[in-house]
């Protein structure tokens, strides 16, 4: 393995904290629950982007880039994440976000304008579809632009999560625990290449269950395919030749529900019962989901109380109150 020669550009606060969740554990009687809280990382309200972009944006400064352009859903944490990084950089930022100006910005899309951000609104598509066209524009006008993929997740971003695993390794083995499954939200599959190829470099036993959040109908490649693909160029990337074929990934689709972002029973348990176990905020659109995810393998014996389960938290918590109308706080446990 060898990265050193891939630079990178410092933009949070690394490692991030890994705790244990007593109350939630005692709350399900279930098995040990550890959390990963790159909830904390530290870049403009923190999330899991931050990582994938220390070494995308040192990418960008690498190939003299003067504006970095990204896409994403009008709540994505993935674009206020890097509005944020463009911000601190002095680099121009242009996002290309899916849907239509709504009529109360808050949330996410309020950061990205707080940053300063040129928005430029999608329709329908949400997963950078237009973003060649507007990058011609920009060229002829003499901009240096570069694009950051969607979700971050290219090699680089991949290679940001086999980094986040060995500081969680390095963690682990400080507190003398041991795991046997890491549970997360996976939609653009850095995250998941990245940790499944950690695994592997690490030689670690862990079951990485990436809990998809996505239907993906609008998906040119399929999800499985994508990420699998991406855990195999990312070993290339660091001279490794580790091969993963797609029995090797773990994907859980059994809680999409109505699909992206829509907010049912399973997300609002879910926060409400970390925020009044733990007093720790997760988000409508992915840990919600993710963590409604393992609440449910626990109480149907997928997950045995015998087992020793990482939740990772991404972040997103910003998001939460851009859904407040679809959350339902009124229950009191
Ligand atoms: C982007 C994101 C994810 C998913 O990570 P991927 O690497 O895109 O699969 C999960 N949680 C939150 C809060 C995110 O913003």
């Known amino acids: 393995m060898e990265y050193n020669h891939i630079l990178r550009q410092s933009l949070g606060f690394f490692p991030t904290p890994l705790i244990e969740l007593t109350r939630l554990s005692k709350e399900l009687a279930g098995p040990k629950i550890f959390m990963k809280r790159d909830d904390n990382t530290g870049l403009a309200l923190g999330g899991n982007k931050t990582r994938k972009l220390e070494f995308i944006i040192g990418d960008a400064l690498a190939k003299g880039a003067d504006t970095i352009m990204t896409a994403g859903a009008a709540q994505s944490n993935h674009c206020r ?4 990084a463009a911000a601190s950089l002095g680099l121009e930022c242009h996002l290309v976000l899916g849907g239509e100006e709504p009529e109360q910005v808050s949330g996410n899309l309020l950061l990205d304008k707080i940053f300063g951000c040129h928005i430029h609104w999608a329709g329908v598509n949400r997963k950078g579809e237009d973003i060649p066209q507007i990058v011609e524009q920009l060229t002829k006008a003499g901009k240096n632009v570069y694009v950051v993929p969607y979700g971050g997740s290219s090699e680089l971003g991949a290679l940001a999560f086999v980094e986040a695993f060995k500081e969680l390794e390095l963690q682990r083995e400080s507190i003398n625990e041991t ?20 695994n592997k470099i690490f030689n670690s036993p862990y079951q990485i269950v990436g809990i998809n959040i996505d239907k993906g109908e609008t998906d040119k490649v399929p999800f499985d395919q994508y990420t699998v693909a991406l855990a195999n160029s990312t070993a ?7 091969k993963f074929s797609e029995s090797d990934l773990m994907l859980n689709s059994d809680y ?4 992206y972002g829509v907010v049912g029973k399973l997300e609002n348990e879910a926060i409400e019962m970390m925020a009044q176990t733990e007093g720790i905020l997760l988000d409508p659109v992915y840990t919600g989901r993710a963590m409604g995810g393992l609440i449910d393998m626990i109480r149907t014996g997928q997950i045995k109380k015998t087992d020793r389960v990482l939740f990772w938290h991404t972040g997103g918590a910003p998001a939460l109150f851009a859904y407040s109308s679809d959350l339902d706080v009124t229950q009191k446990r």
């Open 256 to 259: 999409v529900g109505e699909g």
């Open 236 to 242: 290339k990337l660091i001279n490794t030749d580790y």
């Open 179 to 198: 795991f046997t499954h890491i549970v997360f939200a996976s939609s653009s599959g850095g995250t998941q290449a990245g940790l499944m190829l950690g």
């Open 81 to 84: 994440q890097t509005a944020a």
